[in-house]
């Protein structure tokens, strides 16, 4: 965990609050990352997405100082990671996707000695221990010692410990992991303060609809490359138009209503007879009125109608050709280990 912002040191990068080009790693014969650009803007919200082993984590590492590039260069609101480190690393949050907290002390305890090494006084960090403590719901739990902790309390308290200085650049790696669905809530809306009140945050993250929910801006690496990057409406875009579901009533009427649905749209379907679902890419919606009465008139009753748009789900799976099931934490992307960059 990266702690460091101090008063004094400010940002000088103008706009971009990240400037990385042509970023590369290599562990061994593995080319974790090969080439990657990012610009982050200040005051925005990016998310990174990526399969198993893309780069995502490496990426991260070496624009907080945690890794050392082998090519390329970086820039934290136009400071160079490489030769003014120290500098970077007070402008700079990280949360790893474990709590790297002391077990055998409260809550309370962890997050008052991390504002007592920031500087803060006794008085004034009990104050910011406790505030942290109440926004992330965890004042009942403020005297418990963490080994008692569940993981998504962990997951809250490691993210409101790096958060007592409020740096101007976050960096959150799968930030809600292990969290339930409440709790995510909660968290991304802590997310989004920060955003409100200055910071700029970038996030790795496994649950698509997390970027789409956050996210200003989003790149999609694989493979080490960033092969896609825009904002969330953009890529979806990107992957094609929105696509008709149809519902039909009768099971025997499946294979006469893909039929009628091709000639009508002009367009090729995908079927699912288990769940008597035909689904179509809408390219044209003048003909979706053509294709209801051609349905009537062949006697096709539909039981459920519905456009939708691509979902962030598509065109991870069109970019990357790999599903959200088969994406979750980076089992050969090397993990985030914070505490060895502890300032």
Do not use: C
Request: net charge neutral; no cysteine; hydrophobic share 40%.
């Amino acid at each position: 965990m990266v702690h460091g912002f101090k008063k004094g040191t400010e940002p000088t990068g103008g706009d971009w609050a990240v400037e990385a080009y042509g970023l590369v790693k290599t562990f061994g014969d593995n080319r974790a990352v090969d080439g990657v650009d990012l610009k982050v803007k200040a005051g925005s919200i990016y998310g990174v997405l990526g399969p198993n082993g893309a780069g995502k984590t490496t990426t991260i590492r070496m624009l907080a100082t945690l890794l050392r590039a082998d090519a390329g260069t970086a820039r934290i609101f136009g400071y160079d990671v490489v030769k003014e480190p120290q500098i970077v690393r007070q402008l700079i949050g990280v949360t790893g996707q474990y709590a790297s907290v002391d077990e055998s002390l409260s809550a309370t305890e962890n997050l008052v000695i991390f504002s007592r090494l920031l500087g803060l006084g006794r008085a004034e960090a009990k104050r910011k221990a406790a505030d942290l403590l109440e926004e992330f719901g965890l004042t009942e739990a403020a005297k418990r010692p963490l080994k008692n902790f569940s993981g998504g309390m962990r997951r809250r308290l490691d993210l409101a410990a790096s958060l007592i200085a409020q740096p101007p650049l976050i960096f959150l790696d799968e930030p809600t992991t292990g969290l339930d669905p409440r709790t995510r809530s909660q968290m991304w809306d802590t997310i989004r303060r920060l955003v409100k009140t200055g910071s700029t945050v970038l996030l790795t993250t496994q649950y698509l609809d997390e970027a789409d929910q956050l996210a200003d801006r989003v790149a999609v690496i694989d493979r080490g490359h960033v092969v896609a990057e825009g904002t969330v409406d953009e890529l979806k875009a990107s992957v094609g138009t929105s696509s008709l579901h149809l519902n039909i009533e009768n099971p025997k009427d499946i294979e006469v209503a893909r039929r009628t649905v091709e000639q009508v749209l002009k367009v090729p379907t995908s079927v699912s007879p288990e769940a008597r679902k035909i689904t179509a890419p809408m390219a044209n919606a003048d003909r979706v009125t053509d294709l209801l009465i051609a349905l009537r008139a062949a006697g096709i009753p539909l039981s459920e109608l519905s456009v939708q748009k691509p979902t962030l789900d598509e065109v991870f799976l069109t970019i990357t050709g790999q599903g959200v099931a088969e994406q979750q934490s980076e089992a050969h992307d090397e993990s985030m280990k914070p505490e060895v960059a502890r300032v």
